[in-house]
T-cell receptor
Framework: KNQVEQSPQSLIILEGKNCTLQ??????????LRWYKQDTGRGPVSLTI?????NTKSNGRYTATLDADTKQSSLHITASQLSDSASYIC??????????FGTGTRLQVFP | DSGVTQTPKHLITATGQRVTLRCSPR?????VYWYQQSLDQGLQFLIQ???????AKGNILERFSAQQFPDLHSELNLSSLELGDSALYFC??????????????FGPGTRLTVL
């Protein structure tokens, strides 16, 4: 069964600190992995998209990594800001054009 | 602002009723996707339309239906509503059918409350 699991479920950090969110997947046939940021009550916004041949991709203070062998991805946030408070969703796309969504990590950044 | 618009923003109705949610995709996008997000749950893909035709189906109930019109806007119809249908409903659009770099842009969502 295709599944995407994210950890931790929630995370609290202080402003300025770094953090790393994890995503493990069992999806076949794998095509790509995406990270989205979703502010409360709003639609998700794409942060990164990676194929199996890419093992890292950055978008400003966000850096995603992908290990296609172990089927793991991480999203690293550097020098967190209050505006980073949101849910971060890992999404795996298949070669048959299906998207499998994780349930997200809820990040709260406090001053 | 993603360029995808959804109306209404909020909808409160009673069990057994029928509602219609509307989505206008970004200019130039041919694909429209509908998602359901229940409280504290992940996004569930419901259905995709591409240039007026159904392209893919996800976990969409038989009580739900959708269509995409010639002007590319889409409507999601929910009927015989149950309490469990209360959720955020998102529409997303993309340029073409889903592919590797075909990014989806999400609308602001419609919050449906069934009492």
């Amino acid at each position: 069964k295709n599944q995407v699991e994210q950890s931790p479920q929630s995370l609290i950090i202080l402003e300025g600190k770094n953090c790393t969110l994890q995503c493990n997947y069992t999806v076949s046939p794998f095509s790509n992995l995406r990270w989205y940021k979703q502010d409360t009550g709003r639609g998700p916004v794409s942060l990164t998209i990676m194929t199996f041949s890419e093992n890292t991709k950055s978008n400003g203070r966000y850096t995603a990594t992908l290990d296609a062998d172990t089927k793991q991805s991480s999203l690293h946030i550097t020098a967190s800001q209050l505006s980073d408070s949101a849910s971060y969703i890992c999404v795996v796309g298949t070669r048959t054009d299906k998207l499998i969504f994780g349930t997200g990590t809820r990040l709260q950044v406090f001053p | 602002d993603s360029g995808v618009t959804q109306t209404p923003k909020h909808l409160i109705t009673a069990t057994g009723q029928r509602v219609t949610l509307r989505c206008s995709p970004r200019s130039g996008d041919l694909s429209v996707y509908w998602y359901q997000q229940s409280l504290d749950q992940g996004l569930q893909f419901l259905i995709q339309y591409y240039n007026g035709e159904e392209r893919a189906k996800g976990n969409i109930l038989e009580r739900f239906s959708a269509q995409q019109f010639p002007d590319l806007h889409s409507e999601l119809n929910l009927s015989s509503l149950e309490l469990g249908d209360s959720a955020l409903y998102f529409c997303a659009s993309s340029v073409g059918v889903q592919s590797l770099y075909n990014e989806q842009f999400f609308g602001p969502g419609t919050r449906l409350t069934v009492l």
